[in-house]
């Protein structure tokens, strides 16, 4: 059990989020997030609540990001969410991304339906944060080789792999416009470049 300490009476900030497709009342998560919170003998500093999809950024999320905002200032000490997917469902990277930074603004973190996603008990900070950075350079490696993989089939299949050379894109614009007679439109279909990218290197002559 964590007991409350006594010198300094911990300062929790609550997050809670619904999204506006949700069913769910944000007052029931608020409601027990607030019980905890003074069963622990800690103080409410604020509570951010946002009704926006999980899956939408920080910058998408007013609350959450005044709350790492406030958490890079240390005006709170400890930050409470109902459950990591009510904290974001933004997938594996960004998620341990966030916690990683709660970390390194000296904010612990403590998933009220999760009690082993904490790390306001010190016996298992440590370990679970050396999981979840475990888990991010796992997820980073993955991503790597999924990237690595795509642009090796695309190259098997003849595919140009970057931006396009500008060069290429003079010559086969010119000779498309030229013998093929294409409109603009046809050529940026035919290059999959967009319409305007053709009007910048099409040919200053007319088209005879």
Not at 7 to 29: C, E, G, L
């Amino acid at each position: 059990m964590i007991m409350p300490q006594t010198n300094h009476k911990t300062q929790v900030a609550i997050y809670a989020r619904v999204s506006t497709r949700d069913k769910q009342d944000v007052q029931n998560q608020l409601r027990e997030l607030r019980q905890w919170t003074k069963k622990m003998g800690y103080k409410i500093y604020h509570e951010y609540v946002d009704n926006e999809s999980g899956a939408k950024g920080r910058s998408e999320r007013k609350q959450f990001a005044l709350m790492f905002e406030e958490a890079s200032q240390r005006k709170f000490d400890l930050l409470l969410f109902w459950a990591l997917d009510r904290f974001t469902r933004e997938g594996l990277q960004k998620t341990i991304y966030y916690l990683q930074q709660l970390d390194s603004c000296g904010v612990k973190f403590h998933s009220y339906t999760e009690p082993y996603l904490n790390t306001d008990q010190e016996l298992v900070r440590d370990i679970l944060l050396a999981v979840l950075s475990s888990l991010a350079k796992q997820e980073r490696r993955r991503i790597s080789e999924r990237t690595k993989a795509g642009l090796e089939t695309a190259k098997k299949k003849g595919r140009r792999l970057g931006p396009p050379n500008k060069a290429y894109l003079v010559d086969d614009i010119t000779r498309l416009a030229t013998k093929g007679k294409l409109s603009k439109k046809a050529i940026a279909k035919k290059l999959k470049v967009s319409r305007n990218t053709v009007t910048k290197y099409y040919p200053k002559t007319k088209v005879a």
